[in-house]
């Protein structure tokens, strides 16, 4: 059974820094393409980043992060993260990894969701 | 970028009414499109993909069709589980991977 398990959530003040984790069971995670897509209260789903099954420097992220967010991966761990720099109350949003629909694809949708951890910037 | 509008934003019906609901892009993507569905406090659950076919599990009541820009998500009877917002979700002109603002069902 295919598993993402997220952690790292919580507030942090603004100009504070995270981290976000996502443990992967049930396939071979080296195999498939990884993303971060975040959902502000009451709001849409909005795709963040994402990176190729292989790392490295085939990373992608929305307009909104970068520069401040930085996507990678330990394929040995099975582990994706996702480092947040320079939060901002825009950032406030439930934060899900996700899987792309297929191996060695990163161009595609995603299938397979965490179930989501929340990051609130207040001070 | 690529900008998908859903509509519309809520829609209610009764159980057993077939319901449609809408997504256009601002740009052709061809089939690379799929359909999710969140219910309150839980993670989007892929339901179509390639527009039109339905992911593993996904009851034959759900149905995408489309190409293009215009493309329609149909629940033929619709149910009380199948209360949740219904996002779609362009993949073929990335980065960035963009949603639609999506539409919220509601049972009469």
């Known amino acids: 059974e295919v598993k993402l398990l997220q952690s790292g959530g919580g507030l942090v003040q603004p100009g504070g820094s995270l981290r976000l984790s996502c443990g992967a069971s049930g396939f071979d995670f080296r195999t498939y393409a990884m993303s971060w897509v975040r959902q502000a209260p009451g709001k849409g789903l909005e795709w963040v980043s994402s990176?190729?099954?292989?790392?490295?420097?085939?990373?992608f992220y929305a307009d909104s992060v970068k520069g401040r967010f930085t996507i990678s991966r330990d394929n040995s761990k099975k582990t994706l993260s996702l480092d947040m720099t320079s939060l901002r109350a825009g950032d406030t949003a439930l934060y899900f990894c996700?899987?792309?629909?297929?191996?060695?694809?990163?161009?595609?949708?995603?299938?397979?969701w965490g179930q989501g951890d929340l990051v609130i910037v207040s001070s | 970028e690529v900008v998908m509008t859903q509509s519309p934003a809520t829609l209610s019906g009764s159980p057993g009414e077939r319901v449609t609901f809408s997504c256009r892009a601002s740009?052709?993507?061809?089939?690379?499109l799929a359909w999710y569905q969140q219910k309150p406090g839980q993670a989007p659950r892929l339901l179509i993909y390639g527009a039109s076919t339905r992911a593993t599990g996904i009851p034959p009541r759900f149905s995408g069709s489309g190409s293009g820009t215009d493309f329609t998500l149909t629940i033929s009877s619709l149910q009380s589980e199948d209360v949740a917002s219904y996002y779609c979700l362009q993949y073929s002109n990335w980065p960035p991977w963009t949603f639609g603002q999506g539409t919220k069902v509601e049972i009469k």
């Open positions: 740009q052709t993507v061809g089939t690379n």
């Open positions: 990176i190729s099954e292989s790392g490295g420097y085939d990373t």
């Open positions: 996700a899987r792309s629909a297929g191996t060695y694809a990163l161009g595609i949708n995603f299938d397979f």
